[in-house]
């Protein structure tokens, strides 16, 4: 069975820092690239970052470019999102996912896999 667990969110303040990650199990995702996106209450889910499947490459939603910092360790099958100057606007849930090809796409149809999501509150 195919998992993506997500940890790391929380409450903190603006200004504060949070890292998130996103453990897989039941395959390995080294040919794939992986994503996070975010969802606040009443809105869709959006694209916040992606990495290509060998790591080299990174894509970031112009609202978190300079803030937000995606990584992946693919020998833990492990993937994170260290999020610095965190804003009242980052608030939602974060989801992480696995894409079906090797590069980025910034649409949801791109990624097959998906996490339960984990709460990112940012307070002002």
């Known amino acids: 069975q195919v998992q993506l667990v997500e940890s790391g969110g929380g409450l903190v303040q603006a200004g504060g820092s949070l890292r998130l990650s996103c453990a897989a199990s039941?395959?390995?995702?080294?040919?794939?690239?992986m994503g996070w996106f975010r969802q606040a209450p009443g809105k869709e889910r959006g694209f916040v970052a992606g990495?290509?499947?060998?790591?080299?490459?990174?894509v970031y939603a112009d609202s978190v470019k300079g803030r937000f910092t995606v990584s992946r360790d693919n020998a833990k099958n492990t993937v994170y999102l260290q999020m610095n100057s965190l804003k009242p606007e980052d608030t939602a849930v974060y989801y992480c996912?696995?894409?079906?090809?090797?590069?980025?796409?910034?649409?949801?149809?791109?990624?097959?896999?998906w996490g339960q999501g984990t709460q990112v509150t940012v307070s002002s």
């Open positions: 990495i290509v499947a060998s790591g080299g490459r990174t």
């Open positions: 039941g395959r390995t995702f080294s040919s794939n690239a």
């Open positions: 996912a696995a894409g079906r090809g090797v590069q980025v796409v910034t649409f949801n149809w791109a990624y097959n896999y």
